[in-house]
């Protein structure tokens, strides 16, 4: 196993644990175990736990997005566009390993010590809800919506707070 591949194992690992169990309560123990990367490797690809936390949110954030992206960008409309990133939550909500925002999440846990990417990725969220509308204000509001609905949707899963948002967002556009 060259580092590449132990990289891979061990990044995917930490997303299984971290999201299903919180980042504090898994050790690299257990991210080693999980992976089958022998611990010296482990340590050689990830020195410290603040970098695989780190490599983790930052390899979430592009898939997150990425999909989240393409999902908004197929419509042709633009108001169909805004509407989309609503649709995509409502099945993002009801997948069976759901657990919430993984960037909240960390950030609740860790706090100030939380990586930057928690951060970065909300401004890019925010970015690209801005992009949808080209009116900053309403972005602000969509990711106020966004952001409840993954709230709400983590303490009782399930798309029904995508659909309601959705339709706070069908105000907003005045549909």
Known sequence: MDDEEARTRLLDAAEELFYRHGIQAVGMDRIRTASGVPLKRLYRVFPAKESLVTAYLERRDRRWLDSLRAAALAPAQPRARVLAVFDWLADWFTEPDFRGCAFLNAYGELGAAAPEIVRVHKAELHALLADLTADP?????????????????TLAPGPEPAHRAREIAELLLGI
Do not use: S
């Open 137 to 153: 204000a309403l972005a602000d509001r969509l990711l106020i919506l966004t952001e409840g609905a993954t709230a709400v949707a």
